[in-house]
């Protein structure tokens, strides 16, 4: 199965100079928790994504501004994660379980944004995909702190190894 057979086709978006007042009447209007940031609405070259938490975030982090002074460019992500409408689910599943995210906008080829793909996108439609939807899940809410802290560990143990080996080499050659 495609992500074009399940996405939602031409998602509501927004630019970065509208106010985040413009995306959070966008999300309640239609009841979404993201909106893809487009370059213009003629294009709708895909340049960001925008999610409630982006937004209650910045204006929490700058309490003094009003969410109707703020743009959608201040507060949105821009290293955004996409798929292409061709790309099957799984590969759609497992861009969205290894960065930890729960929507995808789809883009074509001109990377304009066609659609987005979310996890409920996925539940609702991948009836005998429970495993494989549960392990999606538990990768995008699994606490990558943990994972990182674990990396972090080994590579400090690699460092110590690698330095006290050096120290070693030195004594004895000198």
Known sequence: MKCSEIM???????????????????????DCGSIPVVKDMDSKELV????DRDIAM??????????CEA???????????????EDSIESAMKLMASNQIHRLPIIDQNNSCIGLLSTSDLVKCLEGMNDQ???MLKDI?????????EIVKE?????LNSESDEIKNDESSG
């Open 8 to 30: 939602t086709k031409n998602p509501k978006m927004c630019t970065p100079g509208d106010s985040v007042s413009v995306a959070i009447g966008l999300m309640w209007d239609y």
């Open 58 to 67: 910045h204006i929490v982090k700058h309490a003094y501004t009003h969410p």
């Open 71 to 85: 743009n959608v460019g201040d507060c949105m992500s821009k290293n955004v994660i996409s798929c292409s409408p």
């Open 155 to 159: 590579e400090k143990k690699e460092d």
């Open 133 to 135: 939807i549960i392990a």
């Open 141 to 149: 809410y699994s606490r990558r702190t943990s994972n990182q802290s």
């Open 48 to 51: 960001g994504i925008v999610t």
